[in-house]
């Protein structure tokens, strides 16, 4: 009878253990920067389970992207995104948040110029400058062409955007990150990075 509550002790002390290992591991955050014509840091390893946060920054004096998957396409024997995107493949929607440097200078004017109406409650001046930076944000998005699959897009200009998902078992597996920007020529010139996924 001893030798079976003794069994049963070290069962329980094993199941809990056992517990205690499969725990979710320790959440992520990670700066990734983007310059000409890398990605840094080049390599980033992550384990399902993972809460991750991704901050983006374009360090560059260029336009880059960035997207995540495998089997690069080809248009024009030039690259052109990835055939296999991570994210789509998993499921998963990201959430993104954008913070321009445009926008962060409009929250300044913003500002220091609260009182911009006039006694009778006409605007002074400016008026038309929430319009304007909408439309110049219109234009600018037709002079970028946009690739299959999940993409983060940063103007040049300490632009930054922050990435956040949860890491599933569809995402085990090695994948590329990459910058198709100019039909390819940043990928080219040594745009990529690798990212690994464990159990």
């Known amino acids: 009878m001893k030798r079976f509550y003794l069994f049963l002790i070290i069962s329980v002390v094993a199941l809990i253990l056992a517990a205690c290992s499969a725990a979710a591991p320790e959440p992520v955050n990670l700066t990734i920067e983007l310059s000409e014509y890398a990605f840094s840091p080049t390599e980033i390893e992550l384990q399902v389970g993972q809460e991750v946060t991704f901050t983006i920054v374009n360090v560059g004096a260029l336009e880059h992207e960035i997207m995540f998957g495998r089997e690069v396409n080809m248009m024009e024997n030039r690259p052109n995104g990835y055939s296999t995107d991570m994210f789509e493949s998993a499921g998963v929607e990201p959430m993104v948040m954008m913070e321009t440097s445009s926008e962060m200078e409009m929250e300044d004017e913003h500002e220091e110029g609260e009182d911009m109406h006039d006694d009778e409650g006409e605007h002074k001046e400016g008026e038309d400058d929430e319009m304007a930076m909408e439309d110049d ?5 037709d002079d970028h062409m946009a690739h299959d699959g999940f993409m983060v897009f940063l103007p040049a200009g300490n632009d930054t955007a922050t990435i956040s998902f949860t ?8 994948w590329e990150i990459g910058c198709f920007e100019l039909d390819g020529v940043h990928y080219d010139a040594g745009m990529v990075g690798k990212l690994v996924v464990n159990k």
Do not use: I
């Not at 944000?137 to 998005?141: L, R």
């Open 137 to 141: 944000h219109e234009e600018g998005e």
């Open 167 to 174: 890491v599933t078992e569809e995402m085990v597996g090695e």
